[in-house]
Structures are given as C-alpha cells and as structure tokens.
C-alpha cells in the first residue's frame, strides 16, 4: 500500500522518466510555472530571533510616541529613531555600504489637527537599496515608529507598541537584512515611519517627498501590526493574515470614472492588483499561509501610513494580522476587570510576525527582480469573438503574460505567456465576459504587477 502511494523513483519507466523530463523542460521553456529558489532562501533567511530580539528592543524604549522626548539615549521617538538608523548603517556595512540611509523629515506646527499639541520634528529613517537596471523605481516596505496609549496626546506613558507597530518595524529592518544579500533591479525602500498614530504625517512627508525627488513608486507594502494571532473575536491562526487595498486610485479623474461604466475596473485599481500580486507570491512559495483579500482601503473607519501613498496616486495596501485585540492596542496598561490591558510584549508572537515578514520578503525581492509592469495597455475586441491586448515594450523584459478572469472572481485565475511582442489576440475568448491584464516577464521569470488595461482601441 505505501510503494502504492510513495512510489519510489525506480518504479518510474524510462519512458515515464523521459515523458516527465520533456514536460519540465517544456514548462521552463514556455515560461510557465517557474519558482526561483532564491524565493525559498529569503524565507529561510528571516530570523525568529533577531525580529524578537528588535521587538524587544523597540518595545524597551518606554514610549516611541511622536511627541516624545528626543534628547535621552533610552526613553522616547528620538532614541527609537536613532537605533532604527544605527540598524540600517549597521547592515549597510555588511553589503559594502549597499543601503543609502538617512532621516526625512517634516516640521509639523502646534494646532495642525488635534493630536499635534506641540511643534514638532515629524522624523521618517529611510534606507534604500539601489537597483542595477531601473535605480529610480522603487517599491517600499513600512513600519511605524511611532507607539500610543488610551488617550493619543499622552506622550508620557508608558507605550511599548509592541505590536503596534514594533513588529512592522523589526519586519523591515529583517527584510533589509535578508535582502541585502542580493541584487536587484528595480530599488528597493525600506522605511520606518512616525507621527501615524498623530494623523498619518510620516507617510504624507514621505509621499511628498518621493514627488519632489521624481521616484517612480512601483508601491508599497504598509506593515501595520504583524505579530498578533489570537483575535478578540475569539479565534487563534498563524496562518491568516489580511491584504486590504482600495478599489480605483482617489487621484483619478472624472473621465477616467466615466469610462468605467462602459469598460469595467471597479475593482481593478493600481493597489488592487498589487494586493493581487501579493496573494498570488504567498500562495506560491509559502502554501501554508492564508492571505486574506480585503477589499477595502483599510479596516472601517481606521487609518494606516498606505493611505498618504494612495491618495498621492500610488500604489499601497495595508499587511496585518487577520485576528486582531482591541485589549491590546491604543491603551493604558493596566488590569481592568480582570482583563489585561495595554500593547505588551507577551501578546506577540514572534514566529507569527516572522512569517509575515517573510511574505514581505518575498514579495519586494519578486517586484524587484521583474520587470517594471507594461505602460499604456490597450483593449480591444467589442462585438468581436476575440479579445484583443496592445501594450507598449518594457526595457528588460524577455515576454509578457496575459491574464484574465471571470468578472467575479478575485484573483487573475487564467493566463497564457505570449512571448515578446506587443500585441495578441485571444482567439474564442470574448471580451464582455472576462477582465484582462497584462503583465511584463524577466529573464529568471519574475512577473510585474498585472497592469490592468488605461484605453480602448477599435480595429
Ligand atoms: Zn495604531
């Protein structure tokens, strides 16, 4: 029974032998089903022990809130950023000083919202590792520096925001530490944000910033509370976690809104198909996760640092645990009917934010070894038996890929590898019954993001 269901390899015929060889390299060949193994190390290469060992240290700053003290070596955002910096040049060394580091901040006046009740240094650390063919595209992994208690003007208190969000912080100063090791051709942001909790700051200084410096923002992965598995809602998984990203861009247009009644997209948005590529990354490498597509902006009525990106027209979404506790974030640590209040470090758990980082790795090494995503990808085909895709040419793509799905499906379920051109037509599929998209393919068969089809064309 079991050399029936674990049969050996000299069980194969060499014929079998010989089928099963011709179908691999027919797969290679074609483009379809490659995983880099690169993939499998980075997950491997994220340590459990060094995310806790900078939770801890995170967490052991007393408080990191925005308007905290900024003089002291132990206490307050100031310590906390300058460690966060020291991080970063630390394992810049260790690459040959591969990562340019550096603080980007604003001055955010007394009065500008309720929760700045001083002046203050709004202070982003950010670390960028160059890539060779396109320096000036980036996609960006974010952790908030920041931390809070129940009243958010306390800057006082003890706040360890252990999981909110020390896990995002240590997850992206891991996924520098793993990622460094290699290269890549798309660049690369790692970024520790502040003023979150104050009314969204950092990211607002940061999504200005990265205007005025001209950087083509590919997107990026907000971290925002990694490490929690037991919800309030009672359940407990490792395993699941939420994607949430909004339906279109804030930024488009009114024509562009007009057109989508006639040509579809209503959940077809940059951040959207980012979320997509995300899903698909996990699903591929890490199968025993259990990525959790979230069609919204964020949770209802709640705020994290991807919104400052998305309503500056980029692509972001938002990574998290999928089970949260309320007990344990934005509060006073204190026991209260028996129930223990207050951000701690025993709620987290650290193979759980671990994990999470890993997805982040995987996903930012993915997006930075493929090509940029087509631009200008056209659709055509109404009243016609065949859909019909141009696109302009990539630089450093060996072939594009076309996807599409059923209007109601979530996830890019159909795709053919075309090769490299510039157009095609999907013979019998009929275009008022499916979505497109395209994507561009590397040379190691990396993919970019699906770019879902910007105009039509009529032949
Ligand atoms: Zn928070």
């Known amino acids: 029974m079991l050399s029936y ?4 390899s000299n069980c194969i015929s060499p014929l079998m032998k010989k089928t099963i060889y011709l179908l691999l390299s027919l797969a290679s060949l074609s483009g379809f089903s490659q995983v880099d193994t690169r993939l499998y190390d980075i ?3 994220v340590s459990e022990e060094r995310i806790k060992t900078d939770i801890t240290k995170l967490a052991g700053f007393g408080t990191r809130h925005t308007l905290s003290d ?8 100031g310590a906390a950023r300058r460690w966060i910096k020291n991080e970063f040049d630390k394992i810049s060394q260790e690459c040959g000083n591969c990562l340019e580091v550096f603080y980007q901040k604003d001055f955010v006046k007394k009065g500008t919202g309720a929760r700045i009740v001083k002046d203050v240094w709004v202070v ?6 160059r890539g060779k063919s396109n320096p000036n595209s980036f996609i960006i992994m974010s952790g908030d520096i920041d931390s809070r208690v129940s009243d958010p003007n306390d800057y006082t208190s003890d706040s360890p925001g252990a999981n909110d969000n020390a896990s995002g912080m240590a997850g992206a100063i891991e996924a520098a530490r793993v990622l460094s090791q290699f290269e890549f051709e798309n660049s690369i942001m790692y970024v520790g944000l502040s003023g979150e909790e104050q009314g969204l700051f950092g990211g607002k200084g940061l999504a200005a910033y990265a205007k005025e410096q001209g950087w083509e923002i590919i997107g990026i992965l907000n971290n925002d509370m990694i490490g929690n598995i037991k919800g ?3 359940v407990i998984s490792n395993r699941d976690f939420r994607i949430f990203s909004e339906p279109v861009p804030p930024t488009e247009s009114e024509e562009t809104r007009r057109a989508r009644r006639f040509y579809g997209g209503e959940v077809d948005g940059i951040s959207r198909q980012l979320a997509r590529y995300v899903h698909k990354t996990t699903k591929t490498y890490m199968p025993e996760m259990n990525p959790i597509l979230v069609y919204r902006l964020d949770r209802f009525a709640r705020g994290g640092h991807h919104r400052p990106f998305n309503d500056a027209g980029f692509a972001g979404i938002r990574i998290m645990e999928a089970h949260e506790n309320y007990t344990q974030q934005h509060q006073d640590i204190r026991i209260e009917n028996g129930i223990e209040y207050g951000d701690v470090l025993k709620h987290v758990n650290f193979k759980y934010a671990t994990k999470l980082t890993a997805v982040n790795a995987i996903n930012l ?6 090509p940029v995503s087509p631009d200008n990808v056209q659709i055509g085909g109404a009243v016609q038996p065949s859909a019909k895709l141009k696109w302009a040419p990539v630089p450093g793509a060996k ?3 076309i996807y599409w799905r059923d209007t109601t499906s979530p996830t890019w379920d159909h795709s053919i590898y075309v090769g490299n051109v510039s157009e095609y037509t999907l013979n019998g599929i009929v275009i008022d019954n499916f979505l497109f ?8 068969g990396h993919e970019s993001i699906v770019a879902f089809p910007t105009s039509v064309f009529r032949d």
Not at 5 to 8: A, Q, S, V
Not at 70 to 77: A, M, P
Not at 365 to 370: F, N, P, T, Y
Not at 438 to 444: C, H, K, N, T, Y
Request: net charge negative; aromatic share 8%; no cysteine.
């Open 70 to 77: 900024t003089l002291s070596d132990t206490r307050g955002i």
């Open 399 to 401: 072939g594009y890929k």
């Open 365 to 370: 090494g993915s997006i930075a070894w493929a």
């Open 232 to 234: 309030v809602d009672g």
């Open 5 to 8: 269901l674990y049969p050996d």
């Open 124 to 129: 982003n650390v950010v670390a960028i590792q």
């Open 437 to 444: 998209g395209v994507a561009s393919v590397g040379e190691d």
């Open 43 to 45: 997950i491997n290469n």
